[in-house]
């Protein structure tokens, strides 16, 4: 019995040396960081805001706010580009920190090739 009462006296000491460390949300996505940055003909994209989306590609099909992201879909008949936008740590308008391509039926298709045919319509 004396063995019980110890334990349960014993929780709150126990619980006194718990780590108080608060863990960090991981920070907003850097356009700079984004290995997508780097790619040749991708720069017309990345790091752009809404704005400058709609005046290269047109009004978007789909316009999906998740705060803190939004992301904006443009599509033709060669393909469907999806643009993730994020607020910069630095304040702004959001920007364009990622984007993925693909055909209609799912498929694979150069990301690249896709911004070059969504500019030509």
Not at 3 to 24: D, E, H, I
Not at 30 to 36: M, R, Y
Not at 71 to 76: D, G
């Amino acid at each position: 019995m004396k063995a019980k009462f110890l334990v349960l006296f014993s929780l709150p000491a126990l619980a006194a040396c718990a780590s108080t460390t608060a863990t960090r949300s991981p920070g907003l996505p850097a356009v700079s960081g984004s290995p997508l940055s780097s790619v040749a003909g991708l720069e017309i994209v990345m790091g752009k805001t809404a704005d400058q989306l709609t005046r290269l590609f047109g009004n978007p099909q789909l316009d999906i706010s998740e705060p803190p992201a939004r992301k904006l879909q443009f599509a033709s008949g060669a393909c469907i580009l999806d643009a993730y936008l994020y607020p910069q740590e630095s304040g702004g308008p959001q920007r364009v920190t990622h984007i993925d391509t693909r055909r209609s039926d799912g498929a694979a298709v150069d990301r690249v090739s896709c911004v070059n045919a969504l500019r030509l319509r």
